[in-house]
């Protein structure tokens, strides 16, 4: 993966000292001098913030193409990603209030108020009823950035767990990585979903097309994964994801389906049908309730990192449909100078 165009005075300034040896150039990380202006800066979909967090993170799984590894711990890029990470946390708390603490033995419960809702969740329905196979290319280049990566944020954990919510999560992410063959891989099955609609399934190959609402949602996944005082928050966060696949999952199979695909390219969105609808309980009883029982402190993260899940994927999927409803892509293009 090569860095993609910057998007604005802060991706300029990294990728400008990404180019170079690690140490050589200091990185301002600072934004606008118009104090006014700060809030917009690290907005939650805002492209420039958004774009260079991801590019920090990254350096801690594969990396770019003629970036020196030694820049993922350089002092300086460290400095940076702190500034980005203090502005994404204010904006994430801003978003998301925190939920009502219940207690170790209301995680459960908590958790499922939290994912269950009477609204219809409008892009499964529409991809399932209605796509295109071209909204269905948008989507998977959507989902490209997590899924060519899928587990990898929430295994930061396994380390940092011990006993029964340990094994719960190694449960989990063993189906994830596909029991260890290569082809049940949850990311090869998302490559050959993007071979099926002709999309390019390299790694990272569509990082310069995604906005940065889709960049949140990964970035969520690697603040929580990379440091230790939100393992709360990143159990709480897969918690949320494995309670909210199974149904969208089949509604997009059943999409791509209606518009003649094989069972190769849905095989990854069938997958998740069955996968999921185990890994919620082991997700919801055995991890976070297992680990809110032995540590209740931090019950609380874990109802606030499921809470940052939904929140993120709410506005995700709202930017995706308003555009589609406007007739217009939802994915990145870069604007027209004035």
Request: hydrophobic content about 40%; proline content about 7%; some cysteine.
């Amino acid at each position: 993966m090569r860095l993609p165009p910057p998007r604005g005075p802060i991706t300029e300034a990294l990728f400008r000292a990404l180019e170079g040896p690690p140490g050589a150039a200091r990185i301002d990380a600072a934004g606008p001098d118009d104090e006014d202006r700060q809030p917009a800066l690290f907005a939650l979909d805002d492209e420039d913030t958004q774009l260079a967090l991801f590019a920090c993170y990254e350096l801690h799984y594969q990396g770019f193409d003629g970036v020196d590894d030694r820049w993922e711990w350089d002092p300086g890029l460290l400095g940076f990603r702190a500034a980005l990470e203090e502005g994404f946390e204010r904006s994430l708390a801003a978003a998301v209030p925190r939920p009502a603490d219940p207690g170790p033995a209301g995680v459960r419960a908590a958790l499922v108020a939290l994912t269950c809702t009477d609204e219809e969740p409008l892009l499964s329905l529409f991809l399932q009823r209605e796509a295109s196979l071209e909204n269905f290319r948008e989507f998977v280049t959507h989902r490209s950035i997590y899924h060519l990566k899928e587990a990898d944020p929430h295994t930061w954990a396994i380390p940092r767990l011990s006993g029964g919510p340990k094994a719960a999560l190694v449960e989990i992410q063993s189906d994830e990585y596909g029991g260890g063959r290569r082809e049940r891989m949850h990311s090869e099955l998302f490559r050959a979903t993007m071979r099926g609609l002709g999309l390019d399934d390299a790694y990272g190959a569509h990082l310069h097309r995604v906005p940065g609402v889709t960049l949140a949602i990964s970035n969520a996944m690697s603040l929580f994964g990379l440091h230790r005082r939100w393992l709360g928050a990143l159990l709480g966060h897969l918690a949320a994801l494995e309670m909210t696949s199974s149904v969208p999952n089949r509604r997009y199979a059943t999409g791509l389906r209606r518009l003649g695909a094989g069972s190769r390219t849905v095989g990854f969105f069938d997958e998740h049908v069955v996968a999921d609808a185990v890994h919620e309980q082991i997700a919801a009883n055995d991890m976070c309730g297992g680990f809110a029982a032995a540590f209740p402190a931090y019950t609380g993260d874990i109802l606030y990192g499921a809470a940052c899940a939904t929140e993120l994927e709410r506005r995700w999927a709202e930017h995706v449909m308003g555009c589609w409803q406007r007739g217009t892509g939802s994915l990145w293009t870069e604007p027209v100078p004035a």
